[in-house]
Every structure is written in structure tokens, then in C-alpha cells.
């Protein structure tokens, strides 16, 4: 999945060799420090805590994860509208304003650090490996997300029942196959263009069930709706993505869905060719719920428009997928059931 823009991957380049041991110096107060994540050279992440923290109060955790060829340094500004960074849709204002700690990971690196990408699964029963090359080359990502959370851990006084993942494109399948394979770590997910493409491997069977949120526009030029691999996203290797609704169907088998699905339009309040539905499963033992963008492309509602819409799709402005995800991870602690 190609997301992330050049210029991402020029800062991450630019700041090599910058992170700092964070578990040597500490973090106690807001601000912004990219730590090294012990037993990982070249996969760092970027830690905000956010404005007006006291250093010792309990803080939810989100871990957001860019998409393919983007970087943690980048997603930020993905998430803002115009790409304006400070903006109050940015997932760093989000953070700001709600009082939660938004970690930013990187992903695995080719050569010099182009084109990083999470190891979100597939490979099975005609799936592509998502995606190259740290699919197709076994990254053990599960071992990075538990060495991450081990850093995490012994840095901030992280509130254990408000832990929750978030990501765009790879980096929301990523999140899937976390759900999947690290079930109870966290306590909701909000996956952005890019669906469950672990769900038919053994491993994704979670004995916990998590509330899902699904963001996706039905004109999505990378990860079709119907699963079909755009040309924005082809790149190398073979088979299809899953389908946003067989995802969707297989999460709520997963989380105990047994009722009638209820739809309820979005206000459609800008003028930008698309419309918002929310669908949510019925009768759920977790949330199960799917915002389906009519006509949006492969891009982060209320965000930037990082490549021309001919080439990515419009970024719908009816809503703010900062603004949604955490309306719905606040309202999904963990152990919480399902309203």
C-alpha cells in the first residue's frame, strides 16, 4: 500500500540517528521525543504526550501507524486538514485536547529507509502478503509491537485499560492483525483504508473479543472496496486484498454479531462528492461498526489531500477520523461490554 508522502520519508532520512534512550533519560512532562525501541536499529518511534500533563497522572495510549512508505515522523500531517500541522482535526491536537499519549512507530525500512511497511499478514488462500517487503520477508512484527509496548511501559504511566490502535492503510491492517494475534492488549482499533487481510490466517481465532471501528471509502483506488488491488497500490506480489465487507463480516462473527446491522446516514455537510453512512452490527458482544465513505478515496477523513484526488480519491470533510477515532475508543475501555 503505497501511502505517505516523499517528503516523509526525507524527514525520517534527515533525523537518522537522532532517537534518543528514552528509557535511560525518561519522559515526564508534554512534548514531542523519538525514542529507540530496544533490539530494533532502525525502527524508532515518535512519542507525543500531550499539553498540560503533569508527568505522573495515568495516560490512555493510542499507537498509530503509518501507512505503506510513510514513516512515524509523517503520519501527523496526514491526519490534518490541508496538511497544516497544529490544526485542531491533526491526531497531535486530538491528543492535546483529550489528555491521551499518541506513539508513532515506524515501520520496516528498505534501503536507506524508503518505502517502510508493517507485516499485516496474508499470503493465504489467494491473499497478497501485506506488505513488501516486510511481509515477504517474515518481519516478526508481533515481536516489535511487545518490545514497543515493553518500552512504553517502563517510560509513561500508561492507564492499562485504555490502550488502543489505530493506522491508515498497512498500517490499519497491521492494527487488524494485532486484534487478531494480540487479542486483550487492545481495547478498540479504528482502521482507516485498509481492512483484516490476517483474518484467514490460524493465528486470527482471538479467544478476547475487541470493538472495531472501519473507515473506508467505497472509491478507494489502493484497497478496493471489493478487495480489488488498485494500480496506486500494486507494486509487487500476487492476489487480492480482502473485501471491506468480508472483513467486516468476519469481525462479527469474531465478536459474537448475531442481529440485523443498523445504517444511519452522516450529515452530509461539505460539498466535496461524497457521503457517509454508519453501519454498525447488530446485537454485538463487541462493537462492531464500519463508517462507509460513498465516493472517498485512500485517504484519512478530514485530513490531507496528499496526492491528487485523480490519483488517491477526495478526502471527505464531512467528518474528522481523529474527531471519530477517539470518540469511539474513549467509549470502549477495556472490559467494557457492548451497549
Avoid at 491536537?93 to 499478514?121: C, E, H, I, K, Q
Avoid at 516478526?140 to 518500552?151: C, E, G, K, V
Avoid at 460539498?271 to 454485538?284: F, H, K, N, P, Q
Wanted: aromatic residues 6%.
Amino acid at each position: 500500500m503505497r501511502t505517505g508522502a516523499p517528503a516523509a520519508t526525507l524527514v525520517a532520512l534527515l533525523g537518522a540517528g537522532c532517537a534518543k534512550d528514552c528509557a535511560r533519560i525518561g519522559i515526564d512532562g508534554p512534548g514531542e521525543i523519538t525514542c529507540r525501541v530496544p533490539g530494533w536499529s532502525d525502527r524508532d518511534v515518535l512519542v507525543h504526550t500531550p499539553a498540560g500533563w503533569d508527568g505522573a497522572s495515568a495516560l490512555p495510549l493510542v499507537v498509530a501507524r503509518h501507512g505503506h512508505s510513510g514513516t512515524g515522523a509523517g503520519f501527523d500531517a496526514t491526519t490534518c486538514a490541508e496538511g497544516e500541522e497544529g490544526d485542531a482535526t491533526c491526531l497531535d491536537a486530538v491528543a492535546d485536547a483529550a489528555g491521551f499519549v499518541v506513539v508513532y512507530p515506524d515501520g520496516t525500512g528498505g534501503p536507506l529507509g524508503f518505502s517502510r511497511s508493517w507485516n499485516a499478514g496474508g499470503g493465504e488462500e489467494g491473499y497478497r502478503c501485506t506488505g513488501d517487503p516486510a511481509c515477504t520477508d517474515g518481519v516478526d512484527d508481533l515481536a516489535y509491537d511487545d518490545d514497543l509496548h515493553t518500552l512504553l511501559a517502563e517510560l509513561l504511566p500508561i492507564d492499562a485499560e485504555r490502550v488502543y490502535a489505530t493506522g491508515m492503510s498497512n498500517g490499519a491492517a497491521m492494527s487488524h492483525r494485532l486484534a487478531c494475534e494480540r487479542p486483550g492488549r487492545y481495547a478498540a482499533i479504528v482502521a482507516v483504508a485498509g481492512a483484516n487481510q490476517a483474518f484467514g490466517s490460524p493465528g486470527c481465532n482471538p479467544a478476547t473479543r475487541t470493538p472495531i471501528l472501519q473507515i473506508h471509502g467505497t472509491a478507494d483506488p489502493c484497497w478496493g472496496w471489493d478487495g480489488t488491488v488498485g494500480e496506486l497500490c500494486a507494486g509487487e506480489g500476487e492476489g487480492d486484498f480482502v473485501a471491506v465487507e468480508e472483513s467486516m463480516a468476519a469481525w462479527a462473527t469474531l465478536n459474537g454479531c448475531s442481529g440485523v446491522s443498523v445504517e444511519t446516514p452522516l450529515p452530509d455537510s461539505a460539498d466535496d462528492g461524497t457521503t457517509t453512512v454508519r453501519v454498525s452490527a447488530g446485537d454485538c458482544l463487541a462493537d462492531t461498526e464500519l463508517l462507509r465513505v460513498e465516493g472517498g478515496g485512500h485517504t484519512w477523513p478530514g485530513g490531507k489531500q496528499y496526492l491528487s484526488a485523480d490519483r488517491i480519491g477526495p478526502v471527505t470533510q464531512d467528518f474528522s477520523a481523529s474527531a471519530e477515532m477517539w470518540a469511539f475508543m474513549v467509549a470502549h475501555p477495556a472490559g467494557r461490554p457492548a451497549l
